[in-house]
């Protein structure tokens, strides 16, 4: 897991660029606290920090192929490697690292671009080839790891982070007031490709990007297909996600260093120490909880978890006073407004992980956007369903419609009676939870930048579950909570918030043949209407024990009277408002990081 930076030129390669590249090295040493690299000839120039997980003495980078005409630099795990070296060397490749990351040279030399096909894992690199003078940039299919890139006047600038292409390669930055106000008000940005910054972008999952000197082009490798594939039993199903999912988490525990599973107490969480144990590895399992009594702690069904399956187990108690500094703390490390309050927990709790000597953590993001685990989202696109077969009812003629009509109605008269449904079409069901604190914000919020007043009140948004055509209500739904809150903000947070504490945070729900395999399963199979995760508690039967699989959902949410205690003490630096809630101190306080320093402020 690293940090990376690098810069193409249509000219040559300056001086400048040079001490740049160092910079910005220097401005994400927490990344890679453990190494770090440059290199440079006179059209491309890379950089690199390193924190070693795999190939501890010999994977410094950036990594050269044998006539050194590749040079490569890697963010991330290639976590099937080992396959991918041995089929390779077979071929005849010599390998000069232990490093994971090195594959991806050998298979560029194989394959060119393909090489992106055969990769599992998550990843962010930049490859230069001297023979074709061409810079190749890549991202992973889901977009656990990120890459901004901006276009300059003579070149393009590539780094893991956007505040280090923003402080030293944006002299001028522009705002892009809508794409500031989307994470305030739905928690992430809606739009994958912008950012708040007009002139630096995101290379989009499972994107690739080409620069040589006519310019710069863009591919997409993968794209997500919803579309139904499967010809099999429900048992074959079954089994096979099961297979997949015992692969990808004895993938994911492939490390040269400490390792081990979040315990909540929930179903992933769960499945995934389960799952880790069946491989004959030790496992330790990290459980988090607050002091006092609260809602959101499960250490006791954890313990009880850990006990029964002989999982080694450790235990993290947050308090008030683990809050005090961490909204100053690890907001340092966000490059954006992504506005979950979950944030203050994993922070608190990363800081105490490193202590405890892990530098690498198994988490369960992705397995509520894979099997449908969030009940608020189930009865929304259930109503929304409903609402658009009440409508297609309209104009009715005929004995045989008002027939349909009325057996429709018999089935469903009371969302239709009571209204249950049409405020859940709209905009405020998303983040449902903070719309009205959006509002008032909105109401008489500006502030002024580059002699420019943004108002948020002037912006109109209006995201709307309509727009669907060619997908179910839930699937459609259930896109935007994978591509964009669970990537954008959740695997966003995780990288961010990891990362600020030199941890790497891994998702075996995400190994994209289990994304692929899952995701071509019928609704039929996956989805029982009115039970979260109806599948997946099928196929971990046996594995995960029945107080966890039915038990009452719960989040990592703190208290809120923690998140309140902070915010209330917050002071606005940029953004004048009447009203101020979480969302908003947190993109002031990004502004204030970011921009403070540029004259135009």
Not at 152 to 172: A, H, R, W
Not at 379 to 386: A, P
Request: glycine share 6%; charged share 25%; proline share 3%.
């Amino acid at each position: 897991m690293c940090g990376i930076s690098a810069i193409y030129r249509y000219t040559a390669i300056s001086d400048s660029d040079k001490d740049k590249l160092m910079a910005m090295n220097e401005a994400m040493h927490y990344r890679g606290p453990d190494d770090h690299g440059i290199w440079n000839d006179n059209k491309c120039g890379m950089a690199q920090v390193r924190l070693s997980i795999i190939g501890l003495e010999k994977g410094k980078q950036p990594l050269f192929n044998e006539d050194q005409s590749l040079v490569l630099i890697c963010n991330g795990e290639i976590y099937n490697y080992i396959e991918i070296k041995e089929e390779l060397q077979k071929k005849g490749h010599v390998f000069n690292s232990d490093s994971d990351s090195e594959t991806i040279l050998h298979l560029y030399e194989e394959y060119g671009v393909k090489c992106l096909e055969y990769l599992r894992g998550m990843f962010a690199f930049c490859l230069w080839d001297a023979n074709k003078k061409e810079l190749f940039a890549a991202r992973d299919r889901i977009g656990e790891k990120t890459l901004y890139y901006s276009q300059l006047q003579t070149g393009v600038v590539f780094s893991t982070e956007l505040k280090t292409i923003l402080k030293y390669y944006i002299d001028k930055p522009q705002i892009s007031i809508e794409q500031l106000a989307e994470p305030i008000r739905y928690t992430s940005p809606i739009n994958s490709k912008d950012t708040y910054i007009e002139q630096i972008k995101r290379i989009e999952p499972g994107q690739y990007i080409l620069v040589e000197e006519s310019g710069l082009r863009k591919y997409f490798y993968w794209k997500r297909d919803l579309s139904d594939k499967f010809f099999g039993t429900i048992e074959s199903a079954k089994s096979e996600t099961l297979r997949l999912m015992r692969e990808s988490v004895d993938l994911c525990l492939r490390s040269d260093v400490p390792i081990a599973v979040m315990l909540s107490g929930g179903i992933d969480s769960s499945a995934i120490a389960a799952l880790a144990k069946e491989t004959g590895r030790e496992v330790h399992t990290i459980t988090a909880g607050y002091r006092g009594q609260h809602d959101c702690d499960e250490r006791e069904v954890a313990k009880r978890f850990a006990k029964e399956k002989n999982i080694i187990y450790h235990e993290v108690e947050l308090d008030k006073n683990d809050f005090k500094n961490c909204f100053e703390e690890y907001t340092q490390y966000l490059d954006e407004p992504i506005t979950d309050t979950a944030a203050f927990a994993q922070w608190a709790l990363y800081k105490k992980v490193k202590d405890m000597g892990f530098k690498v953590l198994l988490g369960g993001n992705g397995g509520d956007e894979l099997f449908y685990g969030y009940p608020y989202w189930n009865n929304v696109s259930e109503s929304l369903t409903i609402f658009r077969q009440h409508q297609d009812f309209f104009p009715w003629k005929g004995f045989e419609k008002k027939k349909k009509f009325l057996q429709f109605f018999l089935k469903n008269w009371q969302p239709i009676l009571y209204a249950g449904y049409p405020y859940k079409i709209k905009d405020e069901a998303v983040g449902l939870w903070y719309y009205k604190d959006y509002l008032k914000f909105a109401e008489n919020s500006s502030f002024v930048y580059d002699n420019q007043e943004f108002r948020f009140k002037n912006l109109n948004f209006d995201f709307s579950f309509e727009n669907n055509t060619n997908l179910s209500q839930l699937d459609y739904i259930y896109e935007f909570l994978f591509s964009k809150i669970m990537t954008m903000a959740y695997l966003y947070l995780s990288d961010r918030l990891g990362m600020g504490n030199s941890i790497e945070i891994r998702s075996p729900f995400l190994d994209y043949k289990l994304v692929e395999y899952v995701s071509s399963l019928p609704q039929s199979i996956k989805y029982k209407r009115g039970e979260s995760k109806s599948f997946l508690k099928d196929v971990l039967k046996g594995i995960v024990p029945n107080y966890i699989l039915y038990a009452q959902k719960r989040g990592f949410t703190p208290p809120p009277s923690f998140i309140e205690d902070v915010i209330s003490k917050y002071q606005n630096k940029i953004i004048k408002s009447d009203y101020n809630f979480y969302n908003s101190a947190l993109a002031d306080r990004l502004l204030s990081l970011h921009l403070m320093n540029k004259d135009v402020l």
